[in-house]
């Protein structure tokens, strides 16, 4: 393998985030080139080294620096233009726009699948209060209808930019959930923390158009689509210790499904 990454000698400010990339481009490998070169590109951006803003250069800039065709830069890029990643300007080149959140469909809490992904997540917590529990929420718990819980509307970003707003019900005297530590990691850790052991979870995913204000605060739209999911997880008792009725920006966020045949 024959590492690949030239930088010109002079180097618009705007470009200058590319020049911390490492492309290492197999020539002999039976993969294409502008694949291994989109995967790599594609990598940056979901780890942060390449963030929204980020200029690339135009096609004879990249060509010149990673020492490629134009063809084979065109196709890379016209690759990740296709996913969302990147967008073309007339007079500037190309651009981040952002990277796609992929979570597994996995019991895990999108704070620390966005942490590992290195998406630097932040939270802002909108509601933090007792409530008597709604219909759907006191059956998922395990409650009568009306009992006291304790309801969490949290806004989760990535880079400063907003994913998905969740709210979540838990039930009465479960653990102290501090608005403070709510805002600087996940729920399932503080779970863990309290020695409560996650087990497993029942759980739908679908999708609608989001409300008005939905739609102000994951900078969207009114009805743009929006991924919606809903979960209820247990401890290893089998005791339900949460319900989650999500959001999630449909143009930033997918779902992974791995699906397997039944012997």
């Known amino acids: 393998m024959s590492p690949v990454h030239r930088t010109p000698p002079r180097t618009a400010p705007g470009d200058r985030a590319l020049d911390s990339v490492m492309f290492a481009l197999d020539r002999t490998s039976p993969v294409p080139l502008y694949y291994q070169l989109a995967q790599q590109l594609e990598a940056a951006i979901e780890h942060g080294a390449l963030t929204p803003g980020n200029l690339l250069g135009n096609e004879v800039d990249l060509s010149a620096r990673l020492g490629l065709s134009r063809p084979t830069?065109?196709?890379?890029?016209?690759?990740?233009?296709?996913?969302?990643?990147?967008?073309?300007?007339?007079?500037?080149?190309?651009?981040?726009?952002?990277?796609?959140?992929?979570?597994?469909?996995?019991?895990?809490?999108?704070?620390?699948?966005?942490?590992?992904?290195?998406?630097?997540?932040?939270?802002?917590?909108?509601?933090?209060?007792?409530?008597?529990?709604?219909?759907?929420?006191?059956?998922?718990?395990?409650?009568?209808?009306?009992?006291?819980?304790?309801?969490?509307?949290?806004?989760?970003?990535?880079?400063?930019?907003?994913?998905?707003?969740?709210?979540?019900?838990?039930?009465?005297?479960?653990?102290?959930?501090?608005?403070?530590?709510?805002?600087s990691t996940g729920l399932y850790r503080m779970m863990r923390s309290a020695g409560i052991v996650l087990h497993s979870a029942r759980q739908s995913v679908g999708a609608r158009a989001a409300t008005a204000e939905e739609a102000a605060l994951l900078d969207e739209k009114e009805g743009a689509a929006l991924l919606t999911m809903r979960r209820t997880a247990y401890d290893d008792t089998g005791r339900p210790v949460e319900y989650g009725s999500h959001v999630y920006r449909a143009s930033r966020y997918a779902f992974d499904f791995q699906l397997l045949i039944r012997p």
Do not use: F, I, M, W
């Open 73 to 183: 830069v065109r196709q890379a890029v016209q690759s990740l233009v296709d996913k969302g990643l990147l967008v073309r300007r007339r007079g500037v080149g190309t651009q981040v726009v952002h990277s796609q959140v992929k979570r597994p469909l996995e019991l895990s809490s999108l704070y620390d699948d966005l942490e590992s992904a290195g998406q630097g997540p932040t939270t802002r917590v909108l509601r933090n209060e007792p409530l008597a529990a709604p219909a759907d929420a006191a059956a998922a718990l395990g409650l009568a209808e009306g009992t006291e819980v304790t309801v969490l509307e949290r806004l989760r970003c990535t880079h400063g930019r907003p994913v998905a707003l969740l709210r979540t019900y838990v039930p009465p005297a479960l653990l102290e959930l501090p608005t403070q530590r709510l805002e």
